[in-house]
């Protein structure tokens, strides 16, 4: 009887032993697309870059190897990397701190229960979904001195007019203005955060005597800290790659007040023809935005509230 027991135990174990290696073997094929997209489209492309960055590689050339001079060049001698590096970050900061404030005002307005929020929300989150070439196209025209819309604005208070973009003290203030058109999409996310926050909380609040500002700064703002690090994050790597404003409204200019990073690298590959440069460049770009990315998570220890915790 022992014996048909432990026969009928042995069988009971392989059956789900043989469906356990079925699973697995079914959620390595679903998933092979994406692993194979992974290691073609970005890991292989990544250590190609990397070891073309040791190269003058130059594409109707010969490929040399030249050791970390790329490298060499770029913080010894290269003007315009200091440049780049500098306008990159003031435009980051300058509109991740924009856009992260607007994105909390937009947001705590939609969550006051004001009728037809869906139309709001709606107008709020329209030129998330513009191309980015067709709005920078659209804020040409808005900054154009002579005939934009902004300086028409302006002139009805009496101030005089801008020049904007083609200005070199006032190009990245006004690309900083511009990207502020983006603040519907993470204003929708810090909403998200606001219809999170525990209702008795607010209750607790009145019972003390609070009003709203007390509300607003001791209850939802630290309830939706995760959400602003969210948003935080998502902006200063989207911010540190800006590239299309350069591209299509400024070339850079005017005398390289635009130049941003991610333009920089484009001008140096597709229009200097220097690749191998163009990837130590790119390389850079990528240990930059590693090494502010784990900045804002160590420091998120400080300030991020999860309720959980």
Not at 171 to 199: C, Q
Not at 280 to 288: D, E, G, S, V, Y
């Amino acid at each position: 009887m022992e014996t048909v027991r432990e026969y009928a135990i042995t069988r009971k174990s392989a059956a789900r032993s043989k469906r356990v290696r079925s699973e697995a073997v079914a959620g390595y094929l679903f998933t092979l697309p994406v692993i194979l997209g992974l290691l073609l489209w970005t890991i292989g492309p990544m250590m190609a870059s990397l070891v073309i960055s040791f190269t003058n590689w130059q594409v109707f050339d010969v490929l040399r190897w030249v050791g970390i001079r790329n490298y060499d060049k770029i913080f010894t001698s290269d003007l315009f990397f200091y440049k780049s590096i500098l306008v990159t970050l003031y435009y980051a900061f300058g509109s991740v701190v924009t856009t992260s404030i607007a994105s909390i005002l937009l947001g705590t307005l939609m969550n006051l229960g004001l009728k037809r929020i869906a139309i709001l929300r709606t107008i709020l989150y329209m030129p998330t979904i513009v191309p980015a070439v067709a709005s920078s196209f659209l804020w040409i025209w808005l900054f154009n001195p002579d005939f934009g819309l902004l300086n028409t604005v302006l002139s009805v208070f009496g101030i005089p007019k801008q020049q904007w973009i083609f200005d070199e003290s006032s190009a990245v203030p006004s690309l900083i203005f511009m990207h502020l058109w983006s603040s519907g999409s993470g204003a929708l996310i810090i909403l998200a955060g606001l219809k999170d926050v525990p209702k008795h909380l607010y209750e607790a609040v009145e019972i003390d005597g609070g009003n709203w500002l007390h509300k607003f700064f001791f209850v939802s703002l630290p309830m939706i800290t995760p959400v602003i690090f969210f948003n935080l994050i998502m902006g200063f790597i989207g911010s540190l790659q800006a590239f299309t404003q350069a591209y299509v409204m400024t070339s850079g200019g005017p005398n390289n007040a635009t130049l941003f990073y991610a333009y920089f690298i484009y001008r140096e590959a597709f229009v200097n023809n220097n690749f191998g440069y163009a990837c130590a460049l790119a390389w850079i770009l990528f240990w930059i935005i590693a090494v502010l990315t784990a900045f804002i998570f160590k420091s998120s220890k400080g300030w991020v509230f999860y309720g959980g915790k």
